[in-house]
């Protein structure tokens, strides 16, 4: 039984996109979401988990990381493609050099951006969701 099984069973009442939304992520983790879709909830999760440095770290020891970042650039705004290529350069950096003050600072700050502007990835994952069927 997943995770949106046990929502259904419980006796908390969810909203129907709060269940659509509960089912996409269920889906996401039994691997069965669409590209670009997928990507982007990868992207959104290990940001929200651990920033840039985890998610490039990630997906570069699991996956292709150009092809991830070839694919989001497919779906995210300018803003957020801009961001996203500044984060990797500055991973790159602290990659050769454990330790580089100014990389660290550029992760950190795009990461915040990616914090400030996480409502456009939300909204872009919630009418995916929205076309689930219960």
Known sequence: ?????????????LT???????????L???????????ELMTYQGEINNGGHSQYFCNIKNND???????ILENILSDKLIDNLHKA???YLILEENEYDEKAEEIIEQCDDTFYENEEEINNK??????????
């Open 28 to 38: 996401w983790t039994e691997g069965e979401v669409e590209s670009p879709y997928a």
């Open 1 to 13: 039984m997943g995770l949106f099984d046990l929502f259904k069973k419980k006796k908390v009442k």
């Open 16 to 26: 129907e996109d709060q269940l659509k939304r509960n089912k996409m992520w269920a």
């Open 88 to 90: 990797y350069k500055a």
């Open 64 to 70: 292709d990381l150009s092809k991830e970042m070839s």
């Open 125 to 134: 994952l919630q009418k995916y969701a929205d076309k689930i069927q219960l």
